[in-house]
């Protein structure tokens, strides 16, 4: 199968255009569900990363420790409090109860304790009856998954650990082996997988894009929980999860290029949330 490297033109198609006489939730609304008592940050990172994607609403649910911190960091975010510490089939129960009718796209798992492996399976499932599009991450990333998402616009965006947690294969030093590997799982479970790394290789076993970023101040932490947001903000408009996720991949290196540029090796995932709008307004169309 032939990889395409991702370029500007590329990804133009794959942000839809915004019409003038739309209102409030035509744009996407996105649920971030994520957190936990040491990682309150990524949640944070993934849904202003959603809000600066573009979309009009997203809703945040994280452990009640999490909620007044959360909340202090932006009016911008809707916070839905988890009932317990960790995700629970109890707090699970509470938080599809809560959610808003019209979800467009949902990203679970940044930074999250899961108290139950039910509990999440529960949470993916019942989303995917809602239509709501997935971007999996980090704690969400596990094999137990992986029978639910078949052909149901999913996106996972494992690192390498992640994608041997989640494969049970570590992928590959050689680039033709690593995206042979990515396209084989895509195909076998009907999902889109963007494998992060230097190179991030995003394929749904069909189509394989490759963006090859030279920006190593992005390993800073916080740089997957924002790109994660990134997938979901996309998603919410574009039902396409390869597209979603390709542009999101190239949006995160945008604006990476940029902080880099700016301040090297010293960026924190915070500066990629500043310079996501100035990246993504050459994207945009108004109908
Ligand atoms: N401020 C925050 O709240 C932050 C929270 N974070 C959360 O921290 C949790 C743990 O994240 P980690 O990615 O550190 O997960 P882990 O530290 O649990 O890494 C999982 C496994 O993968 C291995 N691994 C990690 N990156 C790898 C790579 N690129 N290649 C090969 N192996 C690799 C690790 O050694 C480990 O064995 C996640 O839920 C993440 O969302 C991080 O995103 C950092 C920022
Ligand atoms: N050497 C590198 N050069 C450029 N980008 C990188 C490099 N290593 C990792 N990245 C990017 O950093 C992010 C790492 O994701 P992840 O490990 O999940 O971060 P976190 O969980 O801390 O948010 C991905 O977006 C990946 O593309
Ligand atoms: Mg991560």
């Keep these: 199968m032939a990889q395409k490297t991702l370029t500007s033109t590329i990804v133009k198609k794959f942000i839809p255009a915004r019409k003038s006489k739309s209102r409030k939730g035509e744009n996407g609304i996105v649920l971030v569900v994520g957190g936990s008592y040491i990682y309150h940050g990524a949640p944070i990172l993934s849904s202003i990363a959603a809000l600066r994607s573009g979309t009009d609403l997203v809703y945040t649910s994280v452990p009640k420790i999490n909620v007044a911190s959360t909340r202090s960091v932006s009016p911008n975010l809707i916070v839905i409090p988890l009932v317990d510490q960790k995700l629970t089939r109890g707090a699970v129960n509470k938080l599809l109860g809560a ?30 009856d809602r239509d709501v599009r997935l971007s999996l991450d980090a704690s969400a990333l596990i094999p137990d998954v992986l029978p639910l998402l078949a052909n149901k616009n999913v996106v996972v965006t494992p690192h390498a650990g ?33 494998l992060k790394g230097s190179t991030d290789v995003i394929s749904n076993g069909t189509t394989t894009y490759l963006y090859e970023k030279k920006i190593p101040a992005m390993t800073v932490g916080g740089t997957g929980d924002v790109l ?16 979603s996720a ?42």
Excluded: W, Y
């Excluded at 467009?104 to 529960?122: F, P, V, W, Y």
């Excluded at 994608?163 to 082996?177: A, D, I």
């Excluded at 690593?178 to 195909?187: G, M």
């Design 228 to 243: 994660s947001g990134l997938v979901a903000g996309l998603l919410s408009k574009n039902r396409k999860p390869l597209e």
């Design 162 to 194: 992640e994608f041997k947690r989640l494969f049970g294969q570590s992928p590959p030093s050689s680039k033709n082996e690593r995206v042979k590997l990515v396209e084989k799982n895509a195909k076998k479970f009907g999902i889109t997988v963007l």
């Design 246 to 287: 390709a542009a999101a991949t190239f949006i995160n290196g945008l604006a990476g290029k940029v902080v880099q540029k700016k301040l090297g090796l010293h960026m924190t995932s915070m500066d990629l949330l500043s310079e996501i709008p100035l990246v993504m307004k050459p994207f945009d169309k108004i109908v």
């Design 99 to 128: 959610l808003p009718r019209n979800l467009d796209s949902a990203t679970i798992g940044m930074g999250l304790a899961i108290q139950e492996k039910n509990s999440l399976l529960h949470l993916v499932k019942s989303l995917l």
